[in-house]
């Protein structure tokens, strides 16, 4: 049986790697959960770290997976000057029930390796200046490859509980040896030699 996390995937009809007889090892089903609004609430209301990311994979004839805390919501900071730092009149969301192939490869951010975007992520503006998550009209919603929209850090030298500029849109560990672990798993794929590129997939939490 393949864990429930990748059953979900499967019934969004999503690809899930490693499944196939023959399948190679450490092939990486990354994906992260979004978690629902907190209770009493009808959006998410940012600044904190709710949401999960999975590594899941097979060695060796066994399923492997390993989670770890994150945000997939940008941080206060940014949705209250619609991220004007960066010239934008929105604050960039990744979609999310999506599966996004090949779109993070290991690479040097700020001067650490962390999974940079090389492929394409959709992403809706949140615009209105407020501490909550509007996702909008899906037909606002924008495609591209070069939005920067990374998997990284919060602090390098200890776990973080508030999300204000950690992340503009992107995923973001709490936790610097969390990432660290997290980093090491992934790259397991790499030396591996089953490829280069990580598909992300973004769920919604749906319990």
Same mark, same amino acid.
Request: proline fraction near 2%.
């Given at each position: 049986?393949?864990?429930?996390?990748?059953?979900?995937?499967?019934?969004?009809?999503?690809?899930?790697?490693?499944?196939?007889?023959?399948?190679?090892?450490?092939?990486? @089903?990354?994906? %992260? +959960?979004?978690?629902?609004?907190?209770?009493? *609430?009808?959006?998410?209301?940012? /600044?904190?770290? =709710?949401?999960?990311?999975?590594?899941?994979?097979?060695?060796?004839?066994?399923?492997?997976?390993?989670?770890?805390?994150?945000?997939?919501?940008?941080?206060?900071?940014?949705?209250?000057?619609?991220?004007?730092?960066?010239?934008? @009149?929105?604050? %960039? +969301?990744?979609?999310?029930?999506?599966?996004? *192939?090949?779109?993070?490869?290991? /690479?040097?951010? =700020?001067?650490?390796?962390?999974?940079?975007?090389?492929?394409?992520?959709?992403?809706?503006?949140?615009?209105?200046?407020?501490?909550?998550?509007?996702?909008?009209?899906?037909?606002?919603?924008?495609?591209?490859?070069?939005?920067?929209?990374?998997?990284?850090?919060?602090?390098?030298?200890?776990?973080?509980?508030?999300?204000?500029?950690?992340?503009?849109?992107?995923?973001?560990?709490?936790?610097?040896?969390?990432?660290?672990?997290?980093?090491?798993?992934?790259?397991?794929?790499?030396?591996?030699?089953?490829?280069?590129?990580?598909?992300?997939?973004?769920?919604?939490?749906?319990?």
């Amino acid at each position: 049986m393949i864990p429930v996390i990748l059953e979900r995937v499967k019934e969004l009809g999503f690809q899930v790697f490693g499944e196939a007889d023959g399948s190679a090892n450490y092939d990486m @089903n990354m994906v %992260a +959960i979004r978690a629902k609004p907190q209770k009493g *609430r009808k959006k998410i209301k940012a /600044g904190e770290f =709710r949401d999960l990311i999975f590594l899941v994979y097979r060695a060796q004839g066994q399923w492997i997976s390993k989670c770890w805390t994150c945000t997939t919501t940008p941080g206060t900071y940014y949705l209250k000057t619609a991220s004007k730092d960066f010239g934008q @009149n929105g604050t %960039a +969301i990744v979609v999310a029930d999506r599966q996004y *192939r090949g779109s993070h490869q290991v /690479g040097m951010l =700020r001067g650490y390796e962390a999974l940079r975007q090389v492929g394409n992520l959709t992403i809706a503006r949140d615009g209105n200046k407020d501490d909550l998550i509007d996702i909008g009209d899906p037909e606002t919603f924008k495609t591209g490859s070069k939005m920067a929209i990374n998997i990284h850090r919060a602090s390098a030298t200890k776990t973080s509980t508030v999300n204000s500029r950690w992340s503009a849109g992107c995923c973001v560990i709490n936790d610097p040896k969390a990432f660290a672990q997290f980093l090491n798993t992934a790259k397991l794929q790499v030396e591996h030699g089953v490829g280069k590129t990580f598909t992300f997939t973004i769920l919604d939490q749906w319990w």
